[in-house]
């Protein structure tokens, strides 16, 4: 992954669902602004916020994402 690639991600702490699961939260779209591997986070800008995020609950986007929208 390299900053400015569409990435999905599950935000497991961000606080959009407060009734819902970890596991049930849904996967989002957002710009990747930067990715450290040696830290193993990333940084992901969502509706004009920087989320940090594991980079184990983040990838690349494809096809599949834009489809339906």
């Known amino acids: 992954m ?3 690639d569409l990435v999905r991600f ?26 450290e591997s040696w830290e193993k986070m990333a940084t992901v800008f969502y509706e004009g916020n920087n ?6 609950n983040v990838q690349k986007s494809g096809r599949k994402d834009y489809e339906g929208r």
């Open 2 to 4: 390299k900053p400015g």
């Open 10 to 35: 599950c935000a497991r702490r961000l606080r959009l669902w407060p009734g819902l699961e970890e596991s049930q939260r849904p996967w989002l779209v957002g710009l990747l602004v930067e990715y």
């Open 51 to 56: 989320i940090r995020v594991a980079a184990r």
